[in-house]
């Protein structure tokens, strides 16, 4: 291993650990990523979709600061989607199925080309402290390596279990070594870890199915991307394709399609097919219900309610006598299906049953047998809201580690726990963001204060501002932040305030101008009416501007009592709270508040009010006793 030093270690080559990688290198400082197998860099172990119901959010906010996971999906694409179409602007979601070939490999050269950062080849063993700081990790083939700041981002690594019927492998993922040692090093330091399970589908050959037995699920044209790269040479591909202009045909040319025709996002879509399960299934599954590892004893740790294995959903769901279950394709050269909806960890020749049971895989071909896997997990109340551990300065957790599940939400983490393990490294204030302004603050904040007994997954129901938080104006509710980190490109910065200057501008001429006695406003306000049928020249705004001067001035009143409440909760988070604090200086406070707070240490009294067990009146008393100016408000 060279001597160069490194402001940064990044450990895990996941979602997390890419994205962390990438935003502590874009900003210049120099980092290390340590990862088991960089061939691997990347991978999508399980559903090779990106995005969905609130992960979109997650997804356009990294787009919005600088992260990757939005373009790599956009130009990985073999399905594009909106889903909840019908429903308002704050639900509607981009998914997009990935090809999973195509997704890692475009994501290595994006970081093989990435400036200030290394990529390394091992097994980090255990951290290293100077004192309560870290000072680097000690590595299987390289012993010791040094830096300021430490990233861990192993997902379902530690002591990771592959758990197949009554077999139980020592893996991080199917054909994955798992780590063994650095849960050992963590509880030294006396992180508490839990353990945590979630669990994949069998995978069955593309050419052993009967699509005439199924229904198609076409993708969408023009496609819905994540990122405004994609978006911006969506438009300039239809521009150029008619000119054939071959020099930008090249230009399009993305490293991910090496040895493929050129290519433009979106084009060329690949269907998913629909089909259901049946009495059938369920009883051959409530047959063998003590052979799975779930129900057979096999597993401890506790799995994800909301992406339930089928053995669930027929102990949960017994009512039901079918579910739906969504043959998705691997990847374009890949001939892999993925069956969503039969994730389960049944004996091998009880799965080849079970799927056999289904209409239109009668004759399928299990290529690889579905698994659940069991892992450790650190509580993520032991972090603070720059993801930075409480018991080890400068020593981070982002992923699947902090019990969350979701390509997306550990890309959330490890952007901000990388951005903030390079600002640390180099003496600048962290990136902090809030669950006023994003979906990856409402994820952080929840998990800091509220930690997590079962995989975590983002809903818009989790947030309480959803009308504001919407995937398509990530770019304006983030632009401070952007700007702090300086990872997006100034002139992009530029065209984003342009932009939310020609929106302010066109929303209040809307108010202003009259027609027949009422304002544009309030005619663009009735339902069936959209910015298109005003009686006006609509004149050259574009796409993205009339989608959002339309949402803002339809819902107006919603939005603006949201801003009010987002306003109020502001003042809340302003009240900081020194990590230190005496609550047992605090008589009249509660006994069972009291023990809640001295566990959380919340930073701040907007926090402080979202634990459970401390109520209003608790916030109450707090907040008196810092107005009677006994601590300091930052
Ligand atoms: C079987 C399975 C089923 C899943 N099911 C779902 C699901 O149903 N829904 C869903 O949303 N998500 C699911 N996921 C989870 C999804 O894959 C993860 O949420 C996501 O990949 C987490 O990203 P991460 O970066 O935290 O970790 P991972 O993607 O797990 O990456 C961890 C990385 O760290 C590296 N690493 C680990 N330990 C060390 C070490 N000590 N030294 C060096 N490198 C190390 C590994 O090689 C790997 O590159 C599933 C994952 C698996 C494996």
Known sequence: MNNTSYKVIVVGGGHAGYEAALASSRMGVKTLLITLNKQLIGR???????????????????DALGGELGRNSDYTGIQYRMLNTRKGPAVQSNRIQCDKDLFPVRIQAVLGMQENLDIHDDIVTAIRTKGSKICGVTTRGSGDIDAASVVICTGTFLRGRVLIGMKSIKEGRMGEESAEDLSASFDRFGFTLGRLKTGTPPRIHRDSVDYSRMEIQPGEDPPPFFS???????????????????????????VEHQGLHPWTPGTEQIPCWLTHTNERTHQIIADNLTKSAMYGGVVEGTGVRYCPSIEDKIIKFADRTSHH?????????????YPNGTSNSLPEEVQEEMIHSIQGLEKAEIIRPGYAIEYDYADPT??????????????????QLNGTTGYEEAAGQGFVAGANAALKSIGIDPLVLSRNESYIGVLIDDLVTKGTDEPYRMFTSRSEHRLTLRQDNA????????????IVDSSEIGDIEKQRIIID??????????????????????????????????????????????????????????????????????????????????????????????????????????????????????????????????
């Open 44 to 62: 999508l172990p399980c559903n090779p979709a990106v995005g969905g119901i609130a992960k979109s959010h997650l997804v356009s906010e990294l």
């Open 228 to 254: 405004r790269m994609a978006r911006k040479e969506w438009k300039m591909f239809h521009v150029e394709h008619e000119r054939k202009d071959q020099t930008l045909m090249n230009r399009m040319f993305h």
């Open 325 to 337: 279950v969504f043959v998705e394709p691997e990847g374009r050269n890949n001939i892999r299906l």
């Open 382 to 399: 032991q972090l603070f809201h720059t993801l930075e551990t409480k018991r080890v300065e400068s020593l981070y957790f982002a992923g």
């Open 475 to 486: 770019y304006f509710r983030l632009l401070e932040k952007t700007k702090q980190i300086a």
């Open 505 to 634: 501008r066109e929303s209040n001429r809307l108010e202003k101008v009259f027609h027949e006695g009422k304002s544009l406003a309030q005619i663009l306000r009735q339902p069936e009416i959209s910015y298109k049928d005003l009686p006006q020249d609509s004149g050259s705004l574009d796409e993205e501007v009339i989608k959002q001067v339309e949402i803002e001035v339809k819902y107006a009143g919603y939005i603006k009592r949201e801003r009010d409440r987002i306003e109020i909760s502001r003042k809340q988070e302003k009240q900081h709270i020194p990590i230190n604090f005496d609550y047992d200086s605090v008589q009249s406070l509660r006994y069972e508040a009291r023990e809640k707070l001295k566990n959380i240490r919340p930073e701040n009294l907007g926090q402080a009010g979202r634990i459970s067990g401390v109520n209003p009146s608790d916030i109450s008393i707090l907040a008196m006793w810092f107005k009677k100016g006994t601590v300091s408000s930052k």
